[in-house]
């Protein structure tokens, strides 16, 4: 790995404010898609309801079945001050980890009321700002939830959370709640779409991780390995696992939807061989890093310095994936969260 690729400079772009995406576009799969072959580093410019042409009867599709929740709450203490909790990390059936603002006025035994059935107390004080937070409810924790929250935005669009969010920042397949952020990447997709898909002999598998705030954090070192992610939830079934495995031996295509998927089946990855369970990870994936699972990736556009954009650069290329960005933004693709899309085979 050269020096020029360990240095967070170096995966930065000049992108104009106007092609961040504030809304998705009216039908999921009308979205833009740049294809990217990774080897040669050619590009060619389509819209993503026509990405069935690129995939063959023998690839195997992963997706992330996690589900957003609505993880933003506004709350008031005894006093009548009104406070914001953001959940993260849920470490047991009645402990999240949190975010608080304003921090200072949210101390260890604080005591929080959302509403008339959901309240809280803080049990601890983390070291990097985080809130331990012990809630007590009345009823269903989640559907509760669902009347309380709102649906936790990327900081870069710059709005409230509106009563369109709560669908559209969710993929259609999403049915494991514990996420703060979605998998953008599977937003494209309509049943329509995944049942073409199927009809093709595509077999769709699936997997869970369950996506944290550190999804957003920015690489503060100019050294890229000095970075540390954040550990994220995930878990894979022994059937999908024996179903890649299988495939691979039959050196048929693994197609990972996201970052977040090719992060679970990569951290899974043993001596070449796909595992199963459930466990935290932080893997990193940087340029270097020889990928052991996945043979294709759908994305979207991500954020300058991002470790997302070291991830896809590892997998297609520093060089093919800088011009392909700049090929986006040329050609105003929509970037982030409800922007547009990439497939890197």
Request: net charge neutral; proline share 4%; aromatic share 10%.
């Given at each position: 790995?050269?020096?020029?690729?360990?240095?967070?400079?170096?995966?930065?772009?000049?992108?104009?404010?106007?092609?961040?995406?504030?809304?998705?576009?009216?039908?999921?799969?009308?979205?833009?898609?740049?294809?990217?072959?990774?080897?040669?580093?050619?590009?060619?410019?389509?819209?993503?309801?026509?990405?069935?042409?690129?995939?063959?009867?023998?690839?195997?599709?992963?997706?992330?079945?996690?589900?957003?929740?609505?993880?933003?709450?506004?709350?008031?203490?005894?006093?009548?001050?009104?406070?914001?909790?953001?959940?993260?990390?849920?470490?047991?059936?009645?402990?999240?980890?949190?975010?608080?603002?304003?921090?200072?006025?949210?101390?260890?035994?604080?005591?929080?009321?959302?509403?008339?059935?959901?309240?809280?107390?803080?049990?601890?004080?983390?070291?990097?700002?985080?809130?331990?937070?012990?809630?007590?409810?009345?009823?269903?924790?989640?559907?509760?939830?669902?009347?309380?929250?709102?649906?936790?935005?990327?900081?870069?669009?710059?709005?409230?959370?509106?009563?369109?969010?709560?669908?559209?920042?969710?993929?259609?397949?999403?049915?494991?709640?514990?996420?703060?952020?979605?998998?953008?990447?599977?937003?494209?997709?309509?049943?329509?779409?995944?049942?073409?898909?199927?009809?093709?002999?595509?077999?769709?598998?699936?997997?869970?991780?369950?996506?944290?705030?550190?999804?957003?954090?920015?690489?503060?070192?100019?050294?890229?390995?000095?970075?540390?992610?954040?550990?994220?939830?995930?878990?894979i079934s022994a059937e999908t696992a024996d179903k890649i495995?299988?495939?691979?031996?039959?050196?048929?295509?693994?197609?990972?939807?996201?970052?977040?998927?090719?992060?679970?089946?990569?951290?899974?990855?043993?001596?070449?061989?796909?595992?199963?369970?459930?466990?935290?990870?932080?893997?990193?994936?940087?340029?270097?890093?020889?990928?052991?699972?996945?043979?294709?990736?759908?994305?979207?556009?991500?954020?300058?310095?991002?470790?997302?954009?070291?991830?896809?650069?590892?997998?297609?290329?520093?060089?093919?994936?800088?011009?392909?960005?700049?090929?986006?933004?040329?050609?105003?693709?929509?970037?982030?969260?409800?922007?547009?899309?990439?497939?890197?085979?």
């Amino acid at each position: 790995m050269s020096d020029r690729l360990k240095r967070t400079s170096s995966y930065y772009y000049d992108l104009p404010s106007e092609l961040i995406a504030q809304y998705p576009v009216a039908g999921r799969s009308e979205s833009r898609l740049l294809y990217l072959h990774r080897n040669n580093g050619s590009i060619s410019h389509h819209y993503f309801h026509e990405i069935t042409g690129f995939l063959q009867p023998s690839d195997i599709l992963v997706i992330n079945r996690t589900r957003v929740i609505p993880a933003r709450l506004l709350g008031s203490k005894p006093s009548g001050a009104q406070v914001e909790v953001f959940l993260l990390n849920q470490k047991t059936d009645t402990n999240w980890e949190c975010l608080v603002r304003p921090g200072r006025k949210i101390r260890k035994g604080s005591r929080i009321n959302f509403s008339g059935r959901l309240s809280a107390e803080v049990k601890e004080e983390l070291p990097e700002g985080e809130r331990l937070i012990e809630f007590s409810w009345q009823g269903d924790f989640w559907q509760i939830l669902e009347e309380v929250g709102s649906t936790p935005l990327p900081p870069y669009i710059r709005r409230e959370a509106e009563a369109g969010d709560r669908e559209n920042y969710q993929t259609v397949y999403a049915n494991q709640q514990g996420s703060v952020a979605a998998p953008t990447a599977g937003l494209h997709f309509t049943a329509k779409l995944l049942q073409d898909i199927s009809i093709k002999g595509i077999e769709i598998l699936e997997v869970i991780l369950h996506i944290g705030l550190g999804t957003f954090r920015p690489v503060s070192s100019e050294n890229i390995l000095d970075h540390r992610m954040h550990s994220e939830f995930c878990t894979i079934s022994a059937e999908t696992a024996d179903k890649i495995n299988l495939a691979r031996d039959q050196h048929r295509r693994i197609i990972a939807v996201g970052t977040t998927t090719t992060r679970t089946l990569e951290s899974f990855a043993r001596n070449g061989i796909l595992t199963s369970g459930s466990h935290w990870t932080d893997i990193f994936l940087y340029p270097g890093y020889e990928f052991k699972i996945i043979n294709g990736l759908i994305t979207n556009f991500h954020m300058p310095e991002s470790t997302l954009l070291m991830l896809v650069a590892a997998f297609a290329g520093y060089d093919n994936i800088m011009n392909a960005y700049q090929t986006a933004v040329n050609m105003k693709y929509r970037f982030f969260s409800y922007g547009d899309a990439m497939l890197i085979l």
